[in-house]
Nanobody
Framework: QVQLVESGGGLVQAGGSLRLSCAVSGNIFSLKQMGWYRQAPGKQRELVAAITIDGNTNYADSVKGRFTISRTDAKNTVYLQMDNLVPEDTAVYYC????????WGQGTQVTVSS
């Protein structure tokens, strides 16, 4: 089993920055990939950024150059640094991880005001 707990959401003005954290516990070394998804009201949940067990990263086109995913060497914390935020980034952000199962955190709200 794997547990994911997000923190770091909040309200920020357009152009500002936030850093989300995801504390990972349990069977960490079985994980193949960790990442962040988001879901805005009335929209489907979408991938924002992901990092594989080998450290390869992948970003949604809408956040490339503005968001950075990283993790600690112990792989027990995953970060999402979000810079130059725009109102369209407003959503609930979810930490995600998978091995032979898919795991989700409870979500953290990010609101960007114009």
């Amino acid at each position: 089993q794997v547990q994911l707990v997000e923190s770091g959401g909040g309200l920020v003005q357009a152009g500002g920055s936030l850093r989300l954290s995801c504390a990972v516990s349990g069977n960490i070394f079985s994980l193949k990939q960790m990442g962040w998804y988001r879901q805005a009201p009335g929209k489907q949940r979408e991938l924002v950024a992901a990092i594989t067990i080998d450290g390869n990263t992948n970003y949604a086109d809408s956040v490339k150059g503005r968001f950075t995913i990283s993790r600690t060497d112990a792989k027990n914390t995953v970060y999402l640094q979000m810079d130059n935020l725009v109102p369209e980034d407003t959503a609930v952000y979810y930490c995600n991880a998978f091995n032979w199962k898919i795991y989700w955190g409870q979500g953290t709200q990010v609101t960007v005001s114009s």
